[in-house]
């Protein structure tokens, strides 16, 4: 199997919500997710979000070794307290706050290729820190592609005819899924070991609150990727 750069992984990640949302007027935007109590266009903000997370992060780069790999990274977000909840309400009037939601498309216009760029550029043998975790680069990356690809999902619930997150982006969700829901040690990729899978916590994830406030919890709706899963964390 070809070996998925991770910059192009989260370009099609991203370029995939851009063709999603494309198009869509003000009304448009305010259509359902499959993330309790959020808009599209307020789903969006969200991964925008991620999108200026990962500038500053790329712009940053850490001292080494990572706490966490790209797998491991989404057991500190269990989903379902009241940090969630706070956060979720909290997108839903930072979107509000805009004029019209279609300003908030326009911003990712702008964000979210400023990101697959500083990507591209990142040095793939470097550490970043976010949410108070260090992570090799390409694993930062992974859980950038990850968590587009499940939003994806998300926000076209109510887009019968939005395009798919694309292929490569999508491979690296279902790896990230393969770990998460392993009941094993997850298995060792290209060589590198990861740290032990916590089986109980992945199964945890199918109790947990909505994909957009709960990180572990919103993987569930990619799990429709692998066949594992039937039911949305979301829903």
């Known amino acids: 199997m070809t070996v998925i750069r991770p910059d192009e992984a989260l370009a099609q990640a991203y370029d995939g919500i851009t063709a999603a949302v494309d198009g869509l007027d003000d009304a448009g935007l305010q259509r359902t997710t499959r993330c309790q109590g ?10 925008l979000g991620d999108a200026q997370r990962a500038l500053v992060a790329l712009a940053s780069p850490a001292d080494g070794p990572a706490d966490v790999d790209d797998v491991s ?9 009241d940090n969630a909840t706070r956060h979720a309400w909290r997108v839903r009037r930072s979107a509000a706050a805009f004029d019209r939601p279609t300003g908030i498309v326009r911003l990712w216009r702008e964000t979210a290729p400023a990101a697959v760029r500083a ?3 990142a040095d793939p043998e470097g550490y970043v820190t976010t949410q108070g975790h260090v992570l090799r680069v390409p694993d930062f990356l992974a859980t950038l592609t990850t968590e587009a ?20 982006a999508v491979r690296v969700a279902v790896a990230t899924m393969d770990g998460l829901l392993s009941d094993d040690t997850v298995r060792p990729r290209l060589g590198r070991p990861r740290l032990p899978a916590q089986g109980h916590r992945a199964r945890a994830a ?17 799990a429709r990727l692998t066949g594992d899963v039937t039911t949305s964390a979301c829903l």
Do not use: C, K, Q
């Open 73 to 81: 990274y989404w057991r500190d977000f269990p989903g379902g307290d």
């Open 38 to 47: 959020w808009l599209i266009a307020d789903l969006l903000l969200h991964v």
């Open 119 to 121: 990507a591209a550029s």
């Open 149 to 168: 690809v499940v939003h994806h999902l998300d926000l076209t619930v109510d887009l019968p005819g939005a395009p798919p997150p694309g292929p490569l």
């Open 206 to 222: 199918h109790r947990a609150g909505p994909a957009g406030v709960g990180r572990v919890g919103g993987l569930v709706s990619a």
